[in-house]
């Protein structure tokens, strides 16, 4: 045990040594440091770069082309007669609408003077009003182979606020007249027998809508009221006539519209010491129209009453376009009146006598046809078709000495009918046209369709030859129209050919000059029978025009 414990006294005092070593090697002086040994510094790697050092492209003494492909311009026109509502041109913002006005004056060998103007006023934007007037005077060289008209219009056009268009329009016409086509010529007649006066003062008024209504619908009521006198030495009559037509679309969708038009045409005729004639006529015209991808078809009936008869016209008409292909097929069966008035018999042959009844001609016609284009510029339209006409007026020449013409009615009438038309279209520098018109009439009643037209052929040629030169052209070929003479034989008139060509040059910013020639072959030719035409003459002028600031 007490060797044990001598061991362990050994064993701390030996420990006790080092430490006490260990505590006198501290240099307790010095201050506390810390010693690095490495730095690390955080470097980016250099990119690469790329040096640029493009030449600049050589220069290209080559012109560009440039191709420019445009439409052709080519009008289709239908074989419908129907009335043509055009719209107001929408002024272009970045060229405001200027008015033009325009005097043009000329002088010929047989017509001296001529006169023509223009006038045109308002904003252009919502007023538009125009003032047209003209007059003539011709003198041939046979004895009393003269006639005058002088005629003036005033229209205008407004649109309200609320997208409503008014249209209105008044005028005036006189037009003078000589019965010089008696026979034998060597009757004798003074100044005032052989005269003959025509009146007419009219005015016309419509509203429409520019935008349809919330409901799909369209409107376009309009009302035309015209009094028209003739005189001559003998007898003055005079004649009120009056057309209401309110025609109203409903569209149904994208495809389907539903139309409705009511008319009533009236007639008051007052010949001078006899009765009153009154020639009334209403109908209705609803129906159905189809708008698709390559059918559009109209279909409907039109029940009529013609002074309390009352008759039911078809009004059917499809146009079909093939796929892949440039033409349209036209098929109709239709049905329509042709007004018996004063008026209208005055304005087809202003020799005529005072009629003594006023009678409609109601057509049915039943067509099909093709119209289409060829190539680029040409167009083209053919019909086949079979008309019908009840009451259709005939001008035969009076039995004493055959200077005015009396109206003969044909109950009954039928004709074959072919109509062509071709046309090319450049822009608007040249453009040419011609048609042919075919009748073969069959009539029981009388030998011929006396005054009517068998065949008609013609053409028109508009061309700016250079930049400020225009030129036109027309040619007409008339069959002739059969006739009776004053001891009852039927006979044929021969065949006319008329051709007229004219120019107009710019000498000036606003000064146009202009020159015609009529009937080039001076073929004196009888449109109505006694009544041979003007020959050859020339008319020249000159136009000025300029715009209103």
Do not use: C
């Amino acid at each position: 045990m007490i060797k044990d414990m001598s061991i362990i006294k050994s064993l701390l005092a030996a420990v006790m040594v080092l430490w006490s070593i260990a505590i006198s090697a501290q240099d307790t002086s010095r201050k506390k440091t810390i010693d690095i040994t490495s730095t690390f510094k955080p470097v980016l790697k250099e990119a690469a770069k790329i040096n640029f050092n493009a030449a600049p492209p050589a220069a290209d003494g080559r012109k560009p082309v440039l191709q420019y492909k445009v439409p052709s311009q080519n009008l289709l026109l239908g074989y419908q007669p129907v009335p043509i509502q055009p719209l107001a041109l929408q002024a272009d913002s970045a060229s405001a609408w200027q008015n033009s006005n325009y005097i043009k004056v000329g002088i010929g060998n047989i017509i001296l003077p001529y006169v023509q103007a223009g006038l045109s006023f308002g904003d252009g934007k919502t007023r538009f009003y125009n003032i047209f007037a003209n007059h003539h005077s011709a003198n041939g060289s046979l004895p009393f182979q003269k006639n005058n008209r002088t005629e003036v219009t005033a229209a205008a056009t407004y649109k309200t606020p609320g997208n409503l268009e008014w249209d209105g329009k008044i005028g005036f016409v006189s037009q003078q007249y000589f019965l010089y086509g008696y026979s034998p010529s060597t009757l004798v007649f003074t100044k005032d027998q052989l005269r003959q006066r025509f009146q007419t003062f009219g005015g016309k008024l419509s509203l429409r809508n520019l935008e349809p209504t919330e409901y799909g619908i369209n409107y376009n009521p309009n009302i035309r009221i015209s009094v028209f006198s003739g005189t001559n030495d003998i007898d003055k009559a005079t004649e009120a006539n009056s057309v209401l037509n309110i025609p109203v679309q409903k569209t149904i969708n994208d495809q389907f519209s539903f139309k409705l038009g009511i008319t009533a045409d009236l007639t008051n005729f007052r010949p001078r010491d006899t009765a009153t004639i009154q020639n009334n006529l209403y109908y209705v015209s609803p129906a159905i129209a189809y708008l698709g991808d390559q059918v559009s078809i109209t279909a409907g009936i039109i029940p009529s009453w013609q002074n309390k008869e009352f008759r039911v016209l078809p009004n059917f008409m499809a146009d079909i376009s093939p796929e892949d292909m440039d033409f349209t097929i036209q098929l109709g069966w239709i049905g329509y009146y042709n007004k018996g008035s004063y008026e209208r018999f005055a304005s087809i042959n202003p020799w005529l006598s005072q009629p003594l009844s006023l009678l409609n001609t109601k057509v049915q016609e039943a067509y099909g046809g093709l119209k289409g284009t060829l190539a680029r510029h040409f167009t083209y339209s053919a019909k086949l078709g079979y008309v019908s006409y009840r009451n259709m007026p005939l001008f035969v020449n009076d039995s004493v000495d055959g200077k005015t013409f009396n109206i003969l009615y044909a109950s009954s009438m039928q004709s074959f009918q072919l109509h062509g038309e071709i046309g090319y279209i450049q822009g608007e520098r040249f453009n040419a046209s011609a048609f042919i018109t075919i009748n073969n009439y069959r009539i029981k009643e009388q030998p011929k369709a006396y005054g009517l037209q068998p065949v008609e052929l013609g053409a028109t040629l508009r061309w700016q030859a250079v930049k400020n030169l225009w030129v036109n052209s027309d040619f007409n070929v008339l069959g002739g129209a059969p006739y009776i003479t004053t001891n009852k034989i039927t006979r044929s008139g021969k065949s006319g050919i008329d051709l007229s060509a004219g120019l107009e040059y710019k000498i000036a910013r606003q000064v146009n000059v202009w020159f015609q020639m009529n009937n080039i072959f001076n073929n004196k030719y009888e449109r109505w029978n006694q009544y041979p035409v003007y020959g050859f003459n020339v008319l020249g002028g000159i136009i000025f025009s300029f715009n209103q600031k």
